[in-house]
């Protein structure tokens, strides 16, 4: 009996993770919330540890993610940049998203409408070189929380430079926009996490 309990579980299971990530993570909910609408101005950026592997002496790597918010425009810029020195080498990754963000109660909805990207490479004591900068258009859209008390932003899924990981927030959440003891906990694992840090939190 247990056995047959178990596996009837499976294909519930499987449909979970094939319908994962949810759809309504692309948008803000419809219902009106009981907190009134979020207003966000300034940056925000993560919390991010540089990472230098043990095996190495000479290797650094650094990141740094924010994003800067325009209330009066609702207009945001989501910059990317990570740099590699391995000895006397040097790379630089910039990408920069910009577009229009909206909110409902204490949820921010990013679109984004084009993605600038560009590298530069160079050794110690000589000029960097560019690659030259793309510039692509996009419809990209995440949905993020904010939190009053902490004056974080966290997205629903895990994301770094425009690209996703399947997991994040999302995972723990049962009921879509719900923010209840399910929502609170995910959240506040997701916000604690040092490495592969989700929220982006308000610079004073």
């Not at 094939?18 to 919390?47: H, M, N």
């Not at 991010?48 to 800067?68: A, D, N, Q, R, V």
């Not at 959440?173 to 506040?188: G, L, M, Q, W």
């Amino acid at each position: 009996m247990k056995i047959f309990r178990f596996l009837s579980g499976i294909p519930v299971l499987i449909l979970l993770a094939a319908c994962f990530p949810p759809a309504w993570i692309r948008e803000l909910p419809s219902d009106k919330q009981t907190a009134s609408d979020v207003i966000l101005s300034g940056t925000y950026s993560k919390r991010l540890p540089g990472l230098s592997p043990l095996t190495s002496l000479t290797y650094i790597e650094k990141h740094s993610e924010s994003i800067e918010f325009s209330e009066k425009d609702k207009t945001f810029r989501k910059t990317y940049i990570r740099e590699i020195e391995d000895g006397n080498k040097f790379r630089r990754i910039r990408i920069d998203g910009k577009g229009t963000f909206e909110t409902r109660g204490n949820w921010v909805l990013l679109t984004t409408s084009s993605i600038e990207t560009e590298e530069n490479t160079g050794e110690r004591g000589k000029p960097l070189q560019s690659s030259g900068v793309s510039n692509v258009s996009s419809e990209y859209r995440m949905l993020y929380h904010y939190d009053r008390e902490s004056e974080t932003i966290i997205p629903m899924l895990y994301e770094t430079g425009y690209k996703e990981k399947p997991f994040g927030v999302a995972e723990g959440i049962r009921t879509p926009y719900a923010e209840d003891e399910a929502f609170r906990i995910s959240r506040r694992n997701y916000s604690k996490k040092e490495y592969q840090n989700h929220a982006y939190f308000k610079n004073k």
